[in-house]
Nanobody, 119 residues
Framework: QVEFVESGGGSVQPGGYLKLTCAASGRMREIYAMGWYRQAPGKQREFVASITNAGTPRYDNSVKDRFTISRDNSENVLYLQMNSLKPEHTAVYYC?????????????WGQGTQVTVSW
C-alpha cells in the first residue's frame, strides 16, 4: 500500500495558476499510472488527469490545454500544473492510481489539498 500527501493548494483569482504536489510514501514507480482527482462541494470525486510510467498523459476534456501532469519516480512525486484557473476548478484535489490502466490499483486516499478560485 502506498500513501499519498497532497500539497500546493490555495486561493487564487480566476486566470491564476497553481502547482500541486503529491508525495508518495512508497515506490510510486510500481504504480503504472498515477492520477489526480477532485471533489467539489456536493459532488462526487472525479478524474482530472493521469500519467503512465511511460509518460503518456490522459486528461479529462474539461482541463485539457489548461492542466499539465508530470511525475518524478526517482523522488516519488506527482505534479499537476494548473493554469488559467476558473471558479469551476474549485475543489479538493487528491492523487491516487488510475485504475483505467493495468498495475494501477487504487490505494488509500490522502487528505487532499484545497483549491479555491474566486474573486
Amino acid at each position: 500500500q502506498v500513501e499519498f500527501v497532497e500539497s500546493g493548494g490555495g486561493s487564487v483569482q480566476p486566470g491564476g495558476y497553481l502547482k500541486l504536489t503529491c508525495a508518495a510514501s512508497g515506490r510510486m514507480r510500481e504504480i503504472y499510472a498515477m492520477g489526480w482527482y477532485r471533489q467539489a462541494p456536493g459532488k462526487q470525486r472525479e478524474f482530472v488527469a493521469s500519467i503512465t510510467n511511460a509518460g503518456t498523459p490522459r486528461y479529462d476534456n474539461s482541463v485539457k490545454d489548461r492542466f499539465t501532469i508530470s511525475r518524478d519516480n526517482s523522488e516519488n512525486v506527482l505534479y499537476l500544473q494548473m493554469n488559467s484557473l476558473k471558479p469551476e476548478h474549485t475543489a479538493v484535489y487528491y492523487c491516487n492510481a488510475d485504475p483505467f490502466y493495468i498495475h494501477s490499483d487504487l490505494q488509500s486516499w490522502g487528505q487532499g489539498t484545497q483549491v479555491t478560485v474566486s474573486w
